[in-house]
């Protein structure tokens, strides 16, 4: 969507869509990097923007696009119409700047479909029960696209500018697979850990409601890759699926904690009260004291100083960031039923010298974090290893 030709280039593969007997609604995000240019708009005119009045802009990025494609659709003789969440009722939470969906109005999409062949609409965007408009969080378009997907009991097909789901980031890994099929699970730890083919609440939503999602490219009919329940029967379950990185991360740890659970449980409640995602957490006791650490991103320490500044005077502990690093996670639903892989792993990492400063697992993901600087590297050698 970066440009009038990509538009148009858009605006053709609906048109061929309709052509073959569909309808179809269609779901587009901002051109380029308008949200970007938008926010950094916002932060010359504010040095702190009201999230409220945040949204209030960001959402204007869409709204451009949506009407460019459907003006685009009418030169070709399309019945189409552009519509904003307002328009399409697609009501959400209050959590300005990272809203989630709560229900979309199905009479009014189908109320459009019985008089038009296409209906290009936001994405990325939502409007509160009283009527304030929100968005959704980097990458909301996807969401939007799923959720839509879900209301009507459809299929989704996402295109961007990479050809499918691949093992690992391309960019990092040139010679990474791309998968034709991967299920739920391990779409939802790729995405959550660093991929960036999908947002982690779309393929929530998918996995919800069973939503088949085709992964494809937008400049190119090479196949794509289906996110769906389970692998079919005549294809064999890889061990590992993929290999994800992502970067800026921050360490925080918090020294001295009294030996107490009802500590803990109260420093992690204020730190969701305050609307912070934390991510591999591990808590070490020492004697008479705990040692927490966990990771965030950077964007949010302001806001984690200021509440462990509030919080730890209480306990008399102290607290410290380190950085940066990153986090490397191998996923695989394969690893419920087979073993080795954390040997394995470790075994790279111990090849470059390296010790993680982390590590969290679950049934189907391992993830390290480690030094940035030789993230990119360790990649590598976990995609040959795993023969990704």
């Known amino acids: 969507m970066a440009d009038p030709d990509r538009i148009r280039n858009v605006a053709r593969r609906i048109a061929k869509k309709v052509q073959e007997g569909y ?35 960001l959402t204007t990025g869409e709204q451009v696009s949506c009407a460019l494609v459907a003006m685009a659709l009418k030169d070709m003789g399309i019945n189409a119409i552009s519509l904003n969440a307002f328009q399409v009722k ?58 839509l997907a879900a209301k009507l009991k459809c299929d989704c097909e996402i295109y961007s500018d990479v050809a499918g789901v691949y093992t690992c980031d391309p960019k990092l890994y040139p010679e990474t697979k791309k998968l034709k099929y991967v299920t739920y699970d391990d779409m939802l730890e790729m995405t959550a850990t660093g991929a960036k083919v999908l947002h982690s609440r779309s393929v929530e939503i998918a996995k919800k409601y069973n939503v088949r999602v085709y992964c494809g490219s937008s400049f190119s009919d090479e ?30 740890s918090i020294m001295n904690l009294p030996n107490d659970a009802k500590v803990v449980t109260d420093i992690f409640k204020r730190v969701a009260e305050k609307g912070i995602n934390v991510d ?23 806001k984690i100083e200021e509440l462990l500044n509030e919080t ?37 990492l111990s090849e470059h010298g390296v010790e993680p400063e982390l590590i969290t697992t679950s049934e189907i993901k391992i993830s390290v974090l480690v030094p940035e600087n030789v993230a990119e590297e360790l990649v590598k050698s976990i995609c040959k290893a795993f023969d990704l």
């Open 90 to 147: 697609i009501l959400t939470t209050k959590s300005y700047n990272n809203a989630r969906i709560m229900d979309i109005s199905v009479r009014k999409l189908r109320e459009y479909l019985d008089s038009y062949d296409v209906l290009v609409v936001t994405g990325f965007q939502g409007i509160t029960e009283d009527e304030h408009l929100t968005t959704l969080g980097r990458g909301g378009s996807d969401t939007s696209a799923v959720a």
């Open 280 to 302: 591999m957490i591990s808590l070490v006791k020492n004697g008479t004291s705990t040692h927490v650490s966990f990771t965030v991103v950077p964007e949010r320490l302001d």
């Open 223 to 252: 196949e794509g890759t289906w996110v769906v329940d389970r692998i079919p029967e005549w294809l064999e379950e890889p061990l590992v699926t993929g290999v994800s990185l992502d970067k800026n991360q921050v360490k925080v």
């Open 23 to 57: 309808k179809v609604m269609t779901v587009v995000s901002a051109m380029g990097k308008t949200t970007d240019n938008l926010i950094s708009l916002a932060k010359n005119v504010s040095s702190k923007p009201d999230e409220r009045e945040l949204d209030m802009l």
């Open 312 to 348: 730890l005077s209480d306990y008399g502990a102290k607290y410290h960031f380190y950085g940066k690093f990153s986090k490397i996670t191998v996923v695989g639903t394969g690893m419920r039923s087979h073993y080795g892989v954390a040997s394995k792993l470790l075994e790279v």
